[in-house]
């Protein structure tokens, strides 16, 4: 086996040396948890899927001009990322209600809002990741306005994009939550997308049957968690092409 240097490991995902300088690979682990890592499992075959989805949606932020980290796949749980200092906040775009939304103002789960709404979150697990405003964010210096200014301006346009690119495959978009980091080009600095964008990252639900396509399957134990995954999977266009590799080696989904 290769002997890699662990730079970080986090719940679902782990964090190794890359091949150059200013690279890192990003491993997809089954494992899943919620409610504060208080609730477990591991899923097997999730970190296959969610490898390949954040590689489709990355890919077409590409396309649009949306700069992000994703660099290449390189197998099924790896691909290779641009290494960044992430911002330590998490972005969240919501389109209709739900989740923390719901329980913190009342407001009913599928309330479509009158406009989209973005929230940040501090990236602190022991502190429950608690939502923090743009005075907190500044007066901390988790980061400076600018980056606030451009991480919503790039968050407006994801979610945008995502939202259009679901609706085609009969699937709305509720919410999301993205993650920045910094980037270093000579003494440039710019801030792109990092993490990843998958049904752990975001709420997907059927537009026909409002059936839960994402984590909340997972969160609420509504079961049929892998299958939803593998729908999403389906409808983006990826899930033949991993079949086709199963005949090849690893087994892939359940
Ligand atoms: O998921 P929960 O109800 O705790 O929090 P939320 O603020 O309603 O979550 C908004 C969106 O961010 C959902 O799509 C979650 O899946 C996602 N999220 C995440 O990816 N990681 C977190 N630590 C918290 C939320």
Redesign the pocket.
């Known amino acids: 086996m290769k002997s890699r240097k662990l730079v970080y490991e986090g719940k679902s995902k782990i964090l190794y040396e890359g091949p150059e300088p200013g690279t890192l690979v990003q491993y997809f682990k089954d494992d899943t948890t919620?409610?504060d890592a208080t609730k477990k499992a591991v899923l097997e075959g999730k970190g296959v899927l969610n490898n390949r989805i954040s590689e489709y949606l990355m890919t077409k932020l590409t396309d649009i001009g949306v700069p992000n980290h994703f660099m290449r796949r390189l197998n099924m749980r790896e691909q290779l990322i641009r290494e960044v200092e992430i911002i330590p906040l998490?972005v969240?775009v919501?389109n209709i209600a739900?989740?923390?939304?719901?329980?913190r103002l009342g407001i009913e789960e599928g309330t479509t809002l009158p406009r989209s709404i973005i929230?940040f979150?501090l990236?602190d697990d022991k502190l429950h990741?608690p939502?923090v405003t743009e005075e907190h964010i500044t007066a901390f210096q988790w980061a400076a306005p600018q980056e606030i200014d451009e991480m919503v301006a790039s968050a407006i346009r994801i979610n945008d994009f995502l939202s259009g690119l679901f609706l085609g495959l009969g699937i709305r978009l509720?919410?999301?939550?993205l993650e920045f980091g910094r980037l270093w080009e000579n003494d440039m600095m710019r801030v792109i997308l990092a993490d990843e964008i998958s049904p752990?990252?975001?709420?997907l639900w059927d537009v026909r049957t409002n059936e839960k396509m994402?984590?909340?399957r997972f969160?609420k134990d509504l079961g049929g968690v892998m299958e939803a995954y593998s729908e999403v999977a389906k409808r983006l266009g990826i899930l033949n092409e991993l079949q086709n590799n199963e005949r090849k080696g690893p087994v892939l989904v359940k």
């Open positions: 919620a409610l998490e969240v919501r739900a989740g923390s939304l719901s329980k929230e979150f990236k990741d939502m509720v919410d999301v939550k752990d990252s975001m709420r994402d984590k909340d969160r």
